[in-house]
């Protein structure tokens, strides 16, 4: 590998992408730790998502999305989409990728591999998370709400730097960067019913049973109880 920037697994393999210009693909098989194949792909790649045998790799440096054909391990096609494309989501046979630059987020119909939608989000779209039949949308200043067309039907904007999120029952626990505290979204009516606050800078967070455990900057890990959603331990 050269320069690896994103990671992930799917049916026993590891893919890296790697990022430089132009960037590569690599996939790992896990039965022997060794690199199985390699393909070129566009400048300053950084993510990839693994959906029905084809790899999409998000191109920041060239506004495009390579599709990689895995059984072939080669390039199926090229897809043109917003400025500075990075990290991307499958739901309901879509990509949804996040275009930096332009704000918006490109959907693209993986049975076509063609876009299909261009959605405005705001400024730096982080992060994405479907319940209750809608999607939720970090952004910079709030989250986007949009229902199962991918029309927007809220826009929640009484957070503060909303990042990583996740999801128990029908509540989404959401960060909040800058207000240092864990945000907790009731998606029956799409309203923030209450913060918990956390040590400084709260960066990501991962659930499991009914704890959220968050992690910060350079300093120690929250442990969230969602059936009080109180912090329990650090």
Known sequence: VFNPIYTTYSNNKVYVVNQASPGSLDE???ATDTISNTVTVGNFSSYVSI????AYVSNGGDDTISVVDLSTFTISSTISVGGEPSSSYIFDDNLYV???VD???SVIDTSTDSVIDT????ATPNSMLQLN????VTYATGIKVLDANDTEIANLTDVSQPTNMTSYGDYIYVINQTG???GVIDTLNDTVVTTISTDPTPIMLKILGTDIYVLHYGSAI????????TVTDT
């Open 28 to 30: 790992i098989d896990t």
């Open 51 to 54: 959906y029905n045998g084809k």
């Open 98 to 100: 996040f275009n930096n």
């Open 103 to 105: 704000g918006t987020i």
């Open 119 to 122: 959605i405005t989000i705001g």
């Open 133 to 136: 039949n809608k999607k939720y």
């Open 180 to 182: 240092n505290n864990v």
């Open 222 to 229: 929250n442990v969230i109880d969602v059936l009080t959603n």
